[in-house]
């Protein structure tokens, strides 16, 4: 017999959770899918998926949604440049996660796996790989989020020794077919630069990041589930890479050049500091804030090799995730003309 799971999900209206959701529903599962009355729920219909009304803030949603689940995974963060309250920051991220964990505990889950980020390790330095047992570089945080996610994530790591059992699992900077949200924005930056509406980069597009593919991603939350350790971490990651790397393999798979321009880090910063003020006096969303600026001026190497020695993960070559990503691209661009 099929091992067929009931299985909760935060964070299930969101570009890795509406993917998690549909492949948990491939395998058999059921899945009772958290949202908020207003959250867009395109991607969730099928006769194996209930729609939960709830917020990861109200508890009594939470506990009501997990009952008949055994397993619960915990994406729901709030992973924004801006907030016009910065608590909502601690609240969504940490107390969000408090009451998750309560509630799966009341209701008896048997396993949570918990989304937290790369960005709680923090930077590495030149020359260095980082992995899920690298010391913090610094004590400084460059973000509300990040600064919340890593207060969040060593709650979770007190709570699994004292017996909880939660898995952790850190995925780098995601990209990849799937809801073009804040939360896919290297995807929405691609489409942009291809389009040529976006051909700047910062600091010339030099520092390093880690590139995942969504659907590697969402593949290794579920590895996590079946094979992860109880109280570990896994980065879920793919290849290390520049962001003019990327640029360049998006001009490969395009067969197409793209005009290129470099954003010097003075002038970044005033940008951002400018988008910042006028979100704090006119309300208006910033495309982007000094924290993140100076974020993405940091190199952030890391290796996914615990979880694919210990998980089975797999790793999709940059290369064939950027053409994967290119030509979804434009399959939507060409369904919007129609």
Same mark, same amino acid.
């Given at each position: ?10 964070? $299930? ?5 509406? %993917? ?25 219909? &099928? ?5 939960? !009304? ?15 689940? $055994? ?7 709030? @992973? ?9 920051? &601690? ?10 964990? =309560?509630? @799966? ?29 690298? !010391? ?7 973000? *509300?989020?990040?600064? !919340? ?5 060593? *709650? ?37 630069? =291809? ?15 880690? +590139? ?6 969402? %593949? ?13 971490? +896994?980065?879920?990651?793919? *290849? ?10 998006? =001009? ?5 050049? &793209? ?13 951002? $500091? ?5 979100? *704090? ?20 190497? +890391? ?9 089975? +993960? ?20 060409? @369904?919007?003309?129609?």
């Amino acid at each position: 017999m099929a091992d067929t799971r009931t299985i909760f999900v935060t964070g $299930s209206t969101g570009f890795i959770g509406t %993917k998690l959701v549909n492949a948990l529903v491939e395998c058999g599962h059921k899945v009772h899918a958290l949202a908020r009355g207003t959250s867009n729920k395109d991607g969730l219909q &099928h006769e194996r998926i209930k729609l939960v !009304t709830g917020d990861i803030l109200d508890r009594a949603s939470l506990q009501k949604g997990m009952e008949g689940c $055994s397993q619960v995974y915990h994406l729901a963060a709030y @992973a924004k440049n801006w907030a016009r309250d910065p608590a909502i920051f &601690h609240k969504q991220n940490v107390e969000g996660m408090r009451n998750v964990f =309560d509630a @799966a505990r009341a209701v008896g889950v048997t396993r949570v796996i918990f989304t937290s980020t790369i960005v709680t390790f923090g930077p590495t330095t030149p020359g260095v790989v980082g992995n899920e047992v690298i !010391t913090r570089i610094t004590p400084k945080y460059y973000t *509300e989020y990040e600064e !919340t996610k890593a207060i969040a994530e060593q *709650e979770a790591l007190k709570m699994a020794a004292g017996g909880f059992p939660v898995v952790i699992v850190n995925p780098t900077r995601v990209y990849g077919p799937g809801k073009l949200t804040e939360g896919n924005s290297v995807s929405l930056m691609i489409d942009l630069y =291809d389009r040529g509406r976006v051909p700047v980069l910062l600091n010339g597009g030099t520092n390093i990041g880690n +590139y995942v593919l969504v659907d590697d991603l969402v %593949k290794g939350h579920m590895l996590a589930m079946d094979k992860g350790r109880v109280g570990e971490r +896994y980065i879920l990651g793919g *290849e290390n890479s520049s962001l003019k790397h990327i640029f360049e393999l998006v =001009d490969e798979v395009s067969g197409k050049r &793209h005009f290129q321009m470099n954003l010097p880090p003075r002038l970044a910063y005033l940008y951002s $500091s400018f988008e910042k003020k006028k979100a *704090e006096r006119l309300g208006f969303y910033p495309q982007i804030t000094p924290g993140w600026v100076e974020t993405f001026l940091q190199d952030w190497v +890391y290796s996914c090799e615990k979880a694919q020695r210990e998980l089975g +993960y797999i790793v999709t070559p940059l290369k064939d995730g950027v053409r994967m990503t290119y030509e979804w691209l434009l399959e939507q661009r060409r @369904a919007r003309r129609k």
